[in-house]
């Protein structure tokens, strides 16, 4: 079955714990994104990657790092969480920018305390 | 910088009615999308509108795309209690790999 994959799906940690959401999708996309959403403000970007060893950032990447050394894994780093990382994750994968649809993982929902 | 702006932000409407979501945005769009997510769920790809005047229908949605005016619409026809969920437009400014989505519509339909 294709998908999008993340793990864990519930986290809660304490401030400056580094952590890693995990995200592998099995259909051989190029691109991937992460997101974060918070309540009335929408789905923002993190950061993308538009192929192996090529990542981006997107609109609020201050506090998070990724890396693309596969193409089917694409984990979110936070070296240092704060509460204000608190919020629901999203990653998505397409097969490129090209690519008319993306496919969006089950969320990881992480709370900093 | 892209923005993207939806309104109305929440909306109740009975079954039966109809009623339109609006998503403008700020500058020149490679493509329009609008997505569908049910509480606690992730999202779901209702369309992808590529062109101006490009219009996609499914069961009682309609998304439409108009880029001269920067504003894409979707239209509910006669709503049913199913179609509840918060939807978002979400525009990809020309040439970029970014991402910029509104921030949700969220409608309840009462019976």
């Known amino acids: 079955e294709a998908q999008v994959t993340q793990n864990p799906r519930y986290l809660i940690t304490v401030t400056g714990k580094k952590l890693t959401v995990t995200c592998s999708q099995n259909?051989?996309?190029?691109?991937m994104s992460w997101y974060r959403q918070d309540p009335g403000l929408g789905l923002r970007q993190i950061y993308y990657?538009?192929?192996?060893?090529?990542?981006d950032k997107g609109d609020v990447p201050e506090g998070y790092k990724v890396s693309r050394k596969e193409k089917r894994n694409f984990p979110l780093i936070l070296e240092s969480p704060s509460p204000n990382q608190t919020s629901l994750y999203f990653c998505?994968?397409?097969?490129?920018?090209?690519?008319?649809?993306?496919?969006f993982g089950p969320g990881t929902r992480l709370t900093v305390t | 910088e892209l923005k993207v702006e939806q309104n109305p932000l929440f909306l109740s409407m009975q079954e039966g009615k109809n009623y339109t979501i609006y998503c403008n945005y700020s500058?020149?769009?490679?493509?329009l999308y609008w997505y569908r997510q049910d509480p606690g769920k992730s999202l779901e790809s209702l369309f992808v509108?590529?062109?101006?005047?490009a219009v996609k229908q499914e069961g009682r949605l309609m998304a439409s795309l108009d880029t001269k005016a920067r504003l894409s619409t979707l239209h509910i026809t006669a709503a049913v209690h199913d179609l509840s969920a918060t939807y978002f437009c979400?525009?990809?400014?020309?040439?970029?790999?970014?991402?910029?989505f509104g921030k949700g519509t969220k409608l309840s339909v009462i019976p």
């Open positions: 990657s538009m192929n192996v060893e090529v990542t």
């Open positions: 259909m051989n996309h190029e691109y």
């Open positions: 979400a525009s990809q400014e020309a040439g970029s790999y970014q991402l910029t």
């Open positions: 500058t020149t769009s490679d493509r």
């Open positions: 998505a994968s397409s097969w490129g920018r090209k690519s008319y649809e993306q496919y």
């Open positions: 509108l590529l062109s101006n005047g």
